[in-house]
């Protein structure tokens, strides 16, 4: 417990009535890099302005190194941050810009100058030492807000849409760059994001947040495979949602009143809801979970892209390699138990019954958090 | 002119090209109604006559020397004033216009209206009023303010600040404000993120306040025409009070010669700051 570099305790932040955060707890490892994972207006954003000090929260506290610094304005939290506008400071040369937070620490002459040089050499920027900011390409510039905020050896990293401004192809580089420089030097990170793709390739551990409140920590495996809930199927990768009701163990009926035969049997009964993903979906000429007509077949390169309804009515979206099959044909859709999620009422997870097919409970999980 | 662009696009829509025609001459107009009084003033000052007569008998140059002994005095205290002026209202008015686009708070509204409210009020309206304060104030507590230079001072404030509080707040408009953030997480402490970052930042547009605020109070004649005095007199009510007894040429080289002052300092502040972006 005490090992936590970083601790939030049911942090929560109102904009009057409003809920923008709400009952945040999270433990981060010395060294962790926790991506903050939502779609706009989930809490990310005003979560990391809390931790930066630029707003103050509404209740709870951040624990830094075990010590609060709630209380603490930012220019004393010793927090490095990048923002996704760079905010390089115009006016200094790219040296002057890295060694603003040593002045500021009025760090000696001789050893701030050591220090400039050698966090411009680890961001590969030496010969641009003089240069100004918009004499830089985004992809410098960012390189440049890094080697600033990590000058000053700060107590934690953040990092605010890191990759959002850059092209396409330097994303992944830049992901890369980040991540090692941060594993190398054993930083305490948080990035924030709105891209899963992004989020993915940086994160020791993700945190899936929703209209502010926490949906899900957990890896990149554990999100994706095991996502606690519909909103965290959906938005990582993607699923076809199917809300019904449990009739009995094994059988849920959809909304519009077909019958899906899940391939494990679950406890309890009631409003439920089936996530399952188009890529663990595959097609047959009979049997199967479920039956539907092809309305659309697309191929996609690597894969084939089949759009499926249901007798109901519902599109599902299946993905793979495999058979092509026209509108107009007559499917099954089979899956594996390891494949399916269902939730219950309170969009939990339902426990799956011990007595699923055998060949599949190694791969199960106990999906209790 | 005209000829080359028809030739250019020789399936111009009229409209437009009348459109363009109507532009030009407004361009023209604009130009001439603003040069031909300047051009004017320059003539005149030329004139070799007592008066101001049509056709003169000849031109000279000796207008020019006698501005020194006539109006140099009333020049010095114009200069004094209107560096007062800048500095006085660069100290208010930078700090104003940083609070009113960085912070929301609690009658920012009122403040921002007061600041640049003097704007609306006609200028010998308000140098009464602030006359008549000022003699207020020097009844109750002795302190000499009419007649005095910081008396003229304080008065040009007023008409100096709108100015520079809103050249203030546009300079900041564009300006991102996480590079304050990034300054603060970097550790520094708000006045030295204020120094260090915004005051950086808005530089050109401090420099085009302070060059607002020196035309404005140099050329400011209502606000000082009641609280001159004796040997206090600014060059603006000095050359209203010589045109009372006088017309003669030296008026008009006066106004070449102020023309001139202020035109050098455009020139000189041309080369810090690119006016026309500062200006819009």
């Known amino acids: 417990m005490s090992a936590a570099a970083l601790q939030l305790r049911a942090l929560s932040r109102q904009f009057g009535t409003h809920y923008a955060v709400r009952g945040v707890d999270l433990d981060v490892a010395p060294g962790e890099m926790i991506v903050l994972l939502g779609p706009s207006g989930c809490g990310k954003t005003t979560t990391l302005r809390m931790l930066a000090g630029f707003l103050s929260a509404s209740s709870g506290d951040i624990l830094l190194d075990g010590a609060s610094i709630a209380a603490l304005p930012p220019h004393r939290r010793d927090i490095g941050i990048v923002f996704q506008s760079y905010a390089l400071f115009p006016h200094l040369s790219v040296a002057r810009n890295v060694r603003f937070g040593l002045e500021m620490r009025r760090v000696p002459r001789a050893a701030a100058d050591e220090r400039v040089a050698e966090m411009l050499r680890l961001v590969k920027l030496d010969r641009f030492a003089d240069r100004l900011p918009r004499q830089l390409s985004g992809g410098q510039q960012q390189r440049v807000a890094l080697a600033r905020a990590l000058a000053i050896r700060p107590r934690l990293l953040l990092l605010d849409e890191p990759l959002s401004n850059l092209d396409a192809a330097l994303r992944q580089e830049m992901a890369r760059e980040i991540r090692i420089l941060q594993r190398e030097g054993g930083i305490t990170s948080i990035v924030v994001t709105h891209d899963q793709s992004e989020a993915m390739a940086m994160a020791d551990r993700l945190v899936i947040m929703r209209d502010g409140v926490v949906e899900q920590v957990g890896s990149q495996e554990e999100v994706y495979e095991r996502p606690a809930t519909p909103f965290v199927a959906s938005f990582i990768g993607q699923s076809n949602l199917i809300r019904g009701r449990l009739a009995d163990a094994g059988t849920l009926v959809t909304e519009g009143g077909a019958r899906v035969a899940l391939a494990a049997r679950y406890a309890g009964a009631g409003a439920a809801c089936l996530a399952v993903r188009p890529e663990s979906i595959r097609l047959a000429a009979k049997g199967g979970s479920a039956g539907g007509v092809v309305r659309l077949c697309t191929y996609l390169g690597a894969v084939l892209e089949h759009v499926v309804r249901l007798e109901d009515g519902t599109d599902l979206i299946v993905r793979g390699a495999g058979e092509r099959h026209e509108a107009g044909a007559r499917v099954s859709l089979i899956w594996s138990a390891a494949a399916e999620r269902v939730f219950d009422a309170d969009d939990r997870p339902a426990a799956q019954l011990a007595e699923a097919e055998p060949a599949m409970t190694g791969g199960q999980q106990t999906w209790a958090r | 002119m005209s000829a080359t662009a028809v030739v250019s696009q020789p399936h111009a829509d009229p409209a437009a090209a009348l459109g363009r025609a109507a532009v030009l001459a407004l361009i023209a107009a604009g130009l001439l109604i603003i040069f031909v009084p300047l051009l004017l003033t ?12 049509f056709p003169p008998r000849g ?9 020194i002994p006539n109006f140099g005095g009333a020049v010095l205290v114009s200069l004094e004033l209107a560096f007062g002026a800048v500095i006085g209202s660069l100290l208010i008015g930078v700090p104003a216009g940083i609070a009113l686009s960085r912070y929301r708070f609690r009658g920012a509204g009122i403040i921002s209206t007061l600041l640049l409210a003097p704007l609306t009020v006609p200028g010998i309206a308000l140098g ?22 910081l008396g003229l001072i304080l008065s040009h404030l007023i008409v100096t600040m709108p100015w520079v509080v809103r050249l203030s707040v546009a300079s900041l408009v564009n300006h991102d404000r996480a590079a304050e953030e990034a300054a603060a997480s970097l550790g520094a402490s708000p006045v030295r993120v204020i120094w260090r970052v ?15 605020a020196f035309i404005t109070s140099f050329g400011n004649l209502e606000m000082a025409l009641f609280l001159v005095a004796p040997g206090v007199t600014t060059l603006p009510v000095a050359i209203l009070e010589y045109l009372e007894y006088h017309i003669d040429p030296l008026v008009a080289a006066v106004a070449v010669a102020q023309m001139v002052l202020i035109a050098l300092l455009l020139l000189v502040l041309d080369r810090f700051v690119r006016l026309g972006q500062v200006v819009r």
């Open chain 2, 59 to 67: 031109y000279t140059l000796a207008w020019y020397p006698a501005i």
């Open chain 2, 198 to 212: 915004t005051l950086p930042a808005m530089r050109q547009g401090i420099i085009a306040a302070g060059l607002f």
């Open chain 2, 128 to 149: 009464l009023a602030i006359y008549l304060f000022l003699v207020l104030i020097e009844i109750g507590t002795g302190w000499p303010l009419t007649g005095s230079l």
């Open chain 2, 42 to 53: 320059l003539y005149l000052s030329l004139f070799d006559e007592k008066l101001i007569l």
